[in-house]
């Protein structure tokens, strides 16, 4: 039972070029998220998935997109890369309400140059 | 949408001492109140949570209350050993349909010997 599984772990990119984030959970949750976390900003949510086949905008969603292929797995994409988004990203899962505790991948630090 | 203050960004503590961290939320629909732990390069996990019915819950030296009314939820912790320092994040969500969490930016708990 792996839980959350992000890919990749590191990844630098150059502005304008293209790359997608990979998250998968094997505990058969609805809903999944994608956060990112700057320094002193604490975890933003990007975008979530409250179920499978529907996808809904978070706080930050400028420059990105996301799918959800399947009830496993969500993905994240950067279409042209911004320096701005140089952070660490998050994608996270949770079970239906009242059982509502989000569990976190270990994360992808993306450096954008 | 929400929004979450936590206080104070940082907090140093004697080894055996208490700890007490603090945060305000604006949206009086949240209903679950989480609170993570997350160590360095680490991945946020989740230490205890509490929902909008109860005022307060204990988990052996952890505990956290909840003031409905006023809109503030605290996290306790007594008898501090090293082990707890880390980044605490207070995160307050209305459960419905999803658990889109918004999060304080974070407090540095260091514990001195």
């Known amino acids: 039972n792996a839980g959350v599984t992000q890919t990749p772990k590191f990844q630098v990119l150059k502005t304008g070029q293209s790359m997608t984030l990979q998250c998968a959970q094997d505990m058969n949750h609805n809903s999944m998220y994608w956060y990112r976390q700057d320094p002193g900003m604490g975890l933003r949510l990007i975008y979530y998935s409250a179920s499978e086949g529907t996808t809904d905008k978070g706080e930050v969603p400028n420059g990105y997109n996301v799918s959800r292929l399947n009830k496993r797995e969500f993905s994240l994409r950067l279409e042209s890369a911004a320096p701005s988004q140089t952070s660490v990203y998050f994608c996270?899962?949770?079970?239906?309400?009242?059982?509502?505790?989000?569990?976190f991948g270990q994360g992808t630090r993306l450096t954008v140059v | 949408g929400e929004n979450v203050e936590q206080h104070p960004s940082t907090l140093s503590v004697q080894e055996g001492d208490s700890a007490v961290i603090k945060c305000t939320y604006s949206d009086s629909a949240s209903n679950y109140f989480p609170w993570y732990k997350q160590e360095l390069g680490k991945r946020p996990q989740l230490i205890i949570d509490?929902?909008?019915?109860?005022g307060e819950k204990k988990d052996q030296r952890i505990a956290v209350t909840l003031n409905k009314t006023a809109k503030h939820f605290s996290l306790h912790i007594t008898e501090t050993q090293p082990e707890d320092s880390a980044v605490y994040f207070c995160a307050a969500s209305n459960t419905g349909t999803a658990s889109k969490l918004t999060f304080g930016t974070g407090t540095r708990l260091q514990v001195t010997l």
């Open positions: 996270a899962s949770s079970a239906r309400a009242p059982n509502t505790e989000a569990f």
């Open positions: 509490i929902r909008s019915n109860v």
